[in-house]
């Protein structure tokens, strides 16, 4: 029997992504791990500080399974930052209260020359010590649940290396990948090569499926999206395909909008994150049918709850239905979310 020799085969998650209709949809939430979750609040303390949280195997492995103790989601998302690979390459990272995190910004080619990306995995190894102890977390009390490994895309990173801090616009980075583009060129290559030595790490260490976050795609325009989102996407799709076959990789290019069918054709990714602002039934005929979506209810429905989280859940549903959908927000789950609502949406879900 198919679910007894390949038992990965039986997890609605990875069914969807392998192209199947799976009716009702799986489903998981961004940022489902987090501090909207006394659990998560109190593991957090316990660790300190957020860095160390992620480096602590066993903390973070905790944080991991905490939201499908409490909801049965259909996939765990491996508890890290997409900024622990600037932290892996070396740049000073730290994550303030209140403020987000802050980078010692690299502006300049010696900056840029001083990444070492030969140290990536031996820094980054406490993250795949976490991915291992998830995944036998998971295979012993959660069977049906995948697992996802991630990284952010080389513009997203870029833009919090060459920037430092979180920003509207991303001007310097931008700026520096018109005025500069051979350097800028040279940083999104470092990355290219240091996140696919990150992803495959992951999956040798027990990821399912990756995702590719880039939160800041939609800053570009046209040429630039296809220049510093697209090329750099397919070309770590393309390398990690080739040494994790069964591998699927998702891809979040947030707020593509018209952008998206071009990047659902060419990053070279298995699915596509939709964000808030994508009208899910334009999604549908645009994407082809057979490419899985992902996506996207705004996390601010999660926090009103009620009617209004059920309507809007109701149209995503409805927009979905008979095609490839795995069930997320548009974007991360915000702390004042009443840890309730998600219990709501899990029964809305379940029930479609
Ligand atoms: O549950 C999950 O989704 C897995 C863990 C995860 C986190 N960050 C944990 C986190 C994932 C996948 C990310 C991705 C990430 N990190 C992105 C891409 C997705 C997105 O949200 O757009 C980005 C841009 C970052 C960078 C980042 N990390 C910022 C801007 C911040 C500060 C904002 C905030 O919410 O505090 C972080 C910190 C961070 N990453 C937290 C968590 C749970 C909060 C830290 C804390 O507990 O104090």
């Not at 069977?143 to 996802?148: E, S, Y």
């Not at 009620?306 to 979905?320: D, F, P, Q, T």
Request: hydrophobic letters at 45%.
């Amino acid at each position: 029997m198919e679910t007894e020799t390949e038992p990965s085969r039986a997890k609605p998650f990875l069914r969807v992504l392998a192209g199947e209709a799976v009716w009702p949809p799986p489903v998981w939430l961004m940022r489902q791990a987090g501090r909207y979750l006394p659990e998560y609040r109190a593991t957090r303390t316990k660790a300190g500080n957020f860095i160390s949280l992620c480096t602590t195997p066993d903390l973070a492995a905790e944080v991991t399974l905490q939201p499908i103790r409490r909801y049965g989601m259909d996939a765990a998302i491996l508890f890290s930052d997409i900024l622990m690979v600037p932290w892996a390459l070396g740049q000073g990272l730290r994550f303030a209260e209140g403020e987000g995190p802050l980078l010692d910004p690299i502006r300049s080619p010696e900056g840029i020359a001083a990444l070492n990306l030969d140290g990536v995995l031996a820094k980054a190894a406490p993250i795949f010590e976490t991915v291992r102890l998830t995944r036998a977390g998971l295979d012993e009390h959660h069977p049906k649940t995948a697992l996802i490994g991630f990284a952010g895309s080389p513009f997203t990173v870029a833009c919090y290396m060459v920037e430092g801090r979180g920003s509207k616009d991303f001007a310097a980075t931008r700026g520096m990948a018109f005025s500069d583009p051979t350097s800028f060129g040279r940083l999104i290559r470092i990355l290219q090569d240091a996140t696919t030595e990150y992803l495959v790490a992951q999956v040798e260490a027990g990821a399912e499926a990756l995702m590719l976050f880039d939160t800041w795609a939609g800053l570009l325009p046209p040429s630039q999206f296809r220049r510093w989102v697209i090329e750099p996407s397919a070309a770590i799709a393309r390398v990690v395909r080739k040494r994790c076959p069964t591998t699927p990789i998702i891809g979040f290019p947030r707020l593509a909008g018209p952008m998206l069918p071009d990047y659902a054709a060419r990053a070279a990714v298995d699915g596509v994150a939709m964000d808030t602002s994508m009208d899910p039934r334009w999604a549908a005929q645009a994407v082809p049918a057979t490419m899985p979506l992902q996506g996207n209810l705004d996390p601010l429905a999660l926090v009103a709850g009620g009617a209004a989280l059920e309507a809007e859940a109701r149209s995503i549903l409805a927009a979905m239905r008979g095609r490839p959908f795995i069930f997320n927000l548009g974007h991360g789950i915000i702390p004042p979310t009443p840890p309730e609502h998600v219990a709501q949406l899990m029964r809305i879900i379940r029930s479609a």
